[in-house]
């Protein structure tokens, strides 16, 4: 290691020493020399890991779009292929919408029915209000009639005849009741075209929304701007409305607004070093590559996600035994989140891959701050640099083969 090689000059010096002398160089002689190596060494591991973390498990997350459809039936067509590109809005496939098409088209009729019942009942109102009219002048010529036979019977006239005078008051009362009908009739009418009938149409069109909704259900269309990763359907199968068994999986397209960020998980341990803005190298097993070009990216915490994922709760009926959680689990990752310096570096990332996680302290905090001291444990981040890019052969030895992973 680098640093057995920093440290080893007491050990050189000392044998140095012993060949100026011209003594015997045993292990007796410079074990002192041997011992202090020791010392400066692990001191200077401890300062460096402490102070210039990296983590080998990351990880470039990113989320998937499951496409299911909202109703089941048979797939009769399908318009993509996998790895084609989609855009919000685009049909995926289509299910057989026989039944569908029924429900729609017996909708539609009562639809039209209830408009023909509509346009019906206007017509029968202008008739009754047209029968209001002739029962309104039968009372008057009836009420004609029988003022001028009270009219006779007061001046005692020879004319008056009481038996007329009763049958002209009784054909009055009955044109009276002809006109109470008649306007009843029409206020029935009315109520019927402007409430009854109406609220009847809203129902059948609100129906017929709704099997148009389930019509447009059998044709699937895309919901974000994506690419088309996993295909298992094919036409005849059953689609599936289960979300763990998506006919389709569409990945979406990585906006500047929400770019691709790496995950990184360390120790808990160096979570009072990380902080966001802390700059950092990211390394991935995807851009590796012989030539070494664009294998290494900087980037920038983001976040420190304040919670470790082992101490997670859920409603359960035992009560929480840490030693099972940390058993199962490890003592838990300090999630970090980074993302790259440079924006044209994020299409060189591949969605998923591993990588390799550098951060570097360039600012001492504390009583270290601005000591001698400080600025030599700043500086020693060029010495992690160094490693890390070894680590980056390494890994591309290993991916190659050459470890036994191959």
């Not at 994922?309 to 009926?317: D, I, N």
């Amino acid at each position: 290691m680098i640093e057995l090689l920093i440290t080893c000059f007491p050990l050189l010096i000392r044998v140095a020493y012993l060949r100026l002398r011209k003594r015997e160089i045993t292990v007796y002689a410079v074990h002192r020399a041997i011992f202090v190596w020791m010392v400066l060494f692990f001191a200077l591991i401890f300062t460096i890991e402490y102070y210039h973390p990296d983590s080998r498990n990351a990880l470039i997350p990113f989320r998937i779009v499951p496409v299911v459809p909202e109703t089941s039936g048979t797939v009769t067509e399908i318009m993509v292929v996998g790895g084609q590109q989609v855009k919000r809005g685009d049909l995926l496939f289509t299910i057989d919408d026989s039944s569908e098409q029924a429900a729609v088209a017996a909708s539609q009729a009562q639809v039209a029915e209830v408009q023909s019942q509509i346009a019906l009942a206007k017509s029968e109102v202008q008739e009754a209000q047209a029968e209001v009219l002739r029962a309104q002048a039968d009372q008057a010529e009836a009420e004609l009639t029988m003022t001028n036979l009270e009219r006779l019977g007061q001046e005692n006239s020879p004319a008056y005849a009481e038996d007329k005078y009763l049958r002209a008051k009784d054909r009055f009362d009955a044109a009276s009741a002809e006109v109470s009908a008649a306007e009843y009739k029409v206020q029935s009418l009315q109520l019927q075209v402007d409430q009854v009938l109406p609220a009847q149409l809203t129902a059948a069109k609100a129906q017929l929304n709704q099997k148009q909704v389930e019509l447009s259900k059998t044709r699937v269309t895309a919901m974000v701007d994506g690419r088309i990763d996993q295909l298992t359907l094919n036409v005849g199968d059953r689609a599936a409305q289960i979300a763990l068994n998506p006919s389709m999986v569409i990945v979406p397209d990585v906006s500047e607004e929400s770019p691709l960020e790496i995950v990184g998980g360390f120790s808990q341990v160096n979570r009072a070093v990380l902080h966001e803005g802390m700059p950092a190298e990211v390394a991935c097993s995807t851009n590796i590559n012989s030539g070494m070009k664009n294998s290494v990216f900087p980037a920038r915490v983001t976040r420190v996600q304040e919670a470790v994922a082992t101490g997670q709760l859920g409603p359960t009926g035992s009560l929480l035994q840490p030693s099972q959680q940390i058993q199962r689990g490890g003592p838990g990752d300090l999630v970090v989140y980074l993302r790259l310096v440079y924006p044209e570096h994020q299409a060189m990332l591949v969605e998923g891959s591993g990588c390799l996680v550098q951060a570097y302290t360039t600012k001492i905090s504390g009583p270290m701050a601005g000591t001698f001291m400080g600025e030599v444990i700043q500086a020693w981040a060029l010495e992690k640099a160094l490693i890390m890019r070894m680590k980056v052969w390494i890994m591309l030895f290993m991916g190659t083969g050459l470890g036994g992973e191959g």
